[in-house]
């Protein structure tokens, strides 16, 4: 049977929230059960892309206002597992920002682009008033 | 973000007290640098040994620091990376732009050599 695991979770938009949300993705990780691959190797990735979705949302969508919030939705079956960050910011060309070449000094511009390279399917959305930028992984 | 910092002739070694280095404290890490560059020290080793994650901010601090240094002639030298960190520099392509080391001692002597 497919069971699903629901995780939602708002914290304000302050960068002290990254470890928490990052270690949370870390444990989802370790309790997927149909996951073949490195699990170890998963945790890493899913913490980090949370850590670099969370801080892009807190700095650039929603401007750093530490009186926003920020909503994390996880959702895991036993086919793929999917993170929904929303955002109440103006939205943003989040393809045109991936494509951006960054060379190899640069100080910026790699957040995005990390989670383009991890996960297997990134998309931009509007909802309402926010804006949800959707990660998937597929884990079949 | 707690850091460990001591000096041994020209060479400062700052040693990451943390977990992570992420959004939230790589900017502390950004202005330590900063502040050492100002005082003439330019020949850094970072110890990431306790660091068992790091995002783009925290390899961006590291960048910065390292373009500082180089741009007074100085150089900024990795060493203890825990292997999930290193990964992330093979990931970014960054282990070509650093220099990393095992542990502090072949870090601190390939300043000599």
Known sequence: MDRRVEIDITVPNQTKYLGMVGRIGESMAHSLKSYQGNRRELAYHLNLVLTEALANAIRHANAGDPDKDVRILITASDQDLIIDVFDQGQGFDIEAVAKVRTRLKDEGGRGIQLIYKLMDKVEYLREGNSNILRMTKYLR | ?113
Do not use: W, Y
């Not at chain 2, 900017?27 to 790091?54: A, T």
């Open chain 2, 1 to 113: 973000m707690q850091l460990n910092i001591t000096e041994q002739e020209d060479i400062v070694q700052i040693s990451i007290d943390e977990e992570r280095m992420d959004a939230h404290n790589s900017g502390d890490l950004k202005e330590q640098m900063l502040q050492l560059f100002d005082e003439g020290k330019c020949n850094l080793i970072i110890d990431l040994g306790k660091v068992r994650f790091i995002d783009s901010s925290g390899l961006g601090a590291l960048v910065s620091g390292f373009k500082n240094a180089s741009a007074r002639e100085g150089s900024l030298k990795l060493c203890c990376l825990q292997p999930q960190v290193r990964s992330m520099f093979e990931l970014t392509r960054l282990h070509r732009v650093f220099e990393i080391f095992n542990n502090t001692d072949e870090a601190l002597k390939s300043f000599q050599a």
